[in-house]
């Protein structure tokens, strides 16, 4: 059962989903996030976080329990979304979620001029490649000139990058999950 590492809501217990898509991310990698932002956190260089597929929430809630002014939640299955609503009531976070497709999503937070320092990409990986391919150019849309890009992805599952759009800072593996960073090229 995922739980809040750290923050405000520390030590909360989170619902989850019983989907065969949906998979929580382990708290070993979730502290491996946090841990290389918490620095930006404190500094108030890190103020909007977008959690992408969002499953039951954990990822945007350890976020804003974190100190992360601004988190928006993105998920369209409607078991999860309500998860997430009770996970929401559970911290007693304020966090904004969006139960569209991550397309309508991006569009709308594109539409209203939003921007984001963080944004968290975890699709169910057997669909990894075919929704980045998708949605990249809506996510560098989206994205902050100084953000990242963190995709979770399985080891065996790498999404192909454009490379005039983005540069790797990080891949790195973690158990069978896999995190991946990038940041925009030539900002």
């Known amino acids: 059962m995922p739980r809040i590492i750290t923050g405000t809501a520390r030590g909360i217990h989170l619902e989850t989903n019983q989907h065969e898509l949906m998979r929580p991310t382990t708290d070993r990698l979730k502290e491996a996030v946090f841990s290389s932002l918490q620095g930006k956190i404190e500094s108030g260089k890190l103020n909007s976080f977008l959690d992408l597929f969002s499953g039951c929430g954990q990822i945007g809630l350890e976020?804003?329990?974190r100190g992360v002014e601004n988190v928006v939640l993105v998920e369209q299955n409607r078991q999860a979304v309500n998860t997430i609503k009770k996970n929401?009531?559970?911290?007693?976070?304020?966090?904004?979620?969006?139960?569209?497709s991550t397309k309508r999503a991006l569009r709308k937070l594109s539409n209203e001029d939003q921007q984001f320092d963080i944004i968290y990409?975890?699709?169910?990986?057997?669909?990894?490649?075919e929704l980045w391919w998708e949605e990249e150019f809506n996510i560098y849309d989206v994205l902050h000139g100084n953000g990242l890009v963190m995709i979770e992805h399985a080891k065996k599952i790498v999404p192909a990058?454009?490379?005039?759009?983005?540069?790797?800072v990080k891949?790195?593996?973690?158990?069978?999950?896999?995190?991946?960073?990038?940041?925009?090229?030539?900002?």
């Not at 891949?171 to 900002?187: A, P, R």
């Open 63 to 65: 976020a804003k329990s």
């Open 88 to 100: 929401i009531s559970k911290t007693g976070l304020n966090v904004r979620l969006l139960p569209y």
């Open 121 to 129: 990409f975890d699709p169910p990986w057997q669909e990894l490649i």
């Open 161 to 168: 990058i454009n490379p005039q759009l983005w540069s790797v």
């Open 171 to 187: 891949h790195k593996n973690y158990g069978q999950n896999t995190l991946l960073v990038l940041e925009q090229k030539g900002v």
